[in-house]
């Protein structure tokens, strides 16, 4: 080999390793709808808060000073576990008594069986008198009286026992915990706040003029602040008939296929439907998200989307008249798919994209 190629080659060499490797392509933030039957864009969002499918609040059925509570928010705790006590020396003293009241109950009713035994013995052999033995009867039943109300008064105390804990109904989280150690608490007023299950709901609030057209079993997309760019598909579980502090009636929304990444106390919306729906109504696409060039109407629609990013993908499109919401798709696009509604001369083949909301 020459030296001047082997001098062209080192320097080929020591140019390229002083190259910096190119910097990653920004993601390009845009704008986005979804494809939706026509019936289906008369709709509203309703602002709401992510809850558990069962929640339960815990409390005591008797009031006292609290004396422990053995969990925090957050905590995962398992049926039967306990979670909080109060102070149950009081409790106990009463307890330790109506054990001793049974026993000298039994004790007298021991006595008064024996003493009815002997008396009636007596009687048959004609050694006492009709009167005695209908004593003896007597006492043995006002023993046997006393005996059984010893036992229920055990009972009753040892319930209080019971009382002055909370113990999980079942497996779950721990959301609140409303009180501290030595605070007095009064029966019923919650103390631990527990939720429990693997269904997920949403709370909503919905306002006189809507609530009318709402009701069980109706079909809801409900989407979270926190995860951009996904929507969840619900139905409504439940109405509520009267107004709250807010001034709207509550709903409670279910959702079909809840992500695991979605916790209680989550801000959202839910989208309601409003129209008649069904499978003949038209698909409608923005305006915006329809292009046009040489060759032929398009959009770009965006897949693959994980955490608010996705994939952008021209598609050629027909679209029919312009109504009041967009074209109506005769063809190239199916109910739910995501388009792009803004900047489409920008867009490529491929290009990673990072979702916003209209």
Do not use: W
Request: charged share 25%; glycine share 10%.
């Amino acid at each position: 080999m020459k030296r001047g190629t082997l001098s062209a080659l080192a320097l080929g060499l020591s140019t390229g390793c002083g190259e910096e490797p190119p910097a990653p392509e920004p993601i390009r933030p845009v704008k986005y709808a979804a494809v939706r039957p026509a019936s289906a864009v008369h709709s509203q969002r309703f602002a709401g808060t992510a809850r558990a499918g069962t929640e339960a609040r815990l409390s005591f059925r008797t009031g006292g000073l609290i004396e422990s509570i053995d969990v925090k928010a957050g905590d995962r705790v398992k049926a039967g576990q306990r979670l909080a006590a109060l102070d149950s020396r009081d409790a106990a003293l009463a307890y330790q008594k109506a054990r001793a009241a049974l026993e000298n109950a039994r004790v007298q009713r021991a006595n008064a069986q024996s003493s009815l035994t002997r008396v009636r013995q007596l009687y048959q052999a004609d050694n006492v008198s009709l009167a005695e033995y209908e004593q003896a009867k007597a006492g043995y039943a006002a023993a046997t009286s006393s005996h059984e109300s010893a036992g229920k008064s055990l009972d009753l105390q040892e319930r209080q026992l019971r009382f002055n804990e909370i113990h999980a109904p079942v497996d779950g989280i721990v959301t609140a915990v409303n009180f501290g150690v030595n605070e007095v608490i009064q029966a019923g007023a919650p103390l631990v706040e527990l939720s429990a299950g693997e269904e997920i709901e949403m709370e909503v609030g919905v306002p006189e003029g809507h609530i009318a057209g709402i009701r069980n079993g109706d079909p809801v997309r409900v989407r979270f602040s926190a995860l951009p760019g996904a929507e969840f598909a619900a139905r409504v579980r439940e109405l509520s008939y009267a107004l709250d502090a807010s001034s709207t009636y509550p709903v409670r929304v279910r959702l079909d296929a809840p992500s695991s990444s979605i916790r209680p106390g989550m801000a959202g919306d839910a989208e309601f439907l409003f129209g008649a729906g069904g499978p003949a109504d038209p698909l409608v696409v923005p305006t915006k998200a329809v292009g046009e060039d040489a060759r032929g109407r398009y959009v770009f629609v965006i897949g693959g989307v994980d955490e608010g990013v996705g994939t952008v993908q021209r598609r050629t499109v027909r679209v029919g008249s312009l109504v009041a919401d967009g074209f109506v798709v005769e063809e190239g696009l199916a109910d739910g798919e995501l388009v792009a509604t803004a900047g489409l001369g920008s867009l490529m083949n491929g290009m990673k994209v990072r979702l916003l909301r209209e």
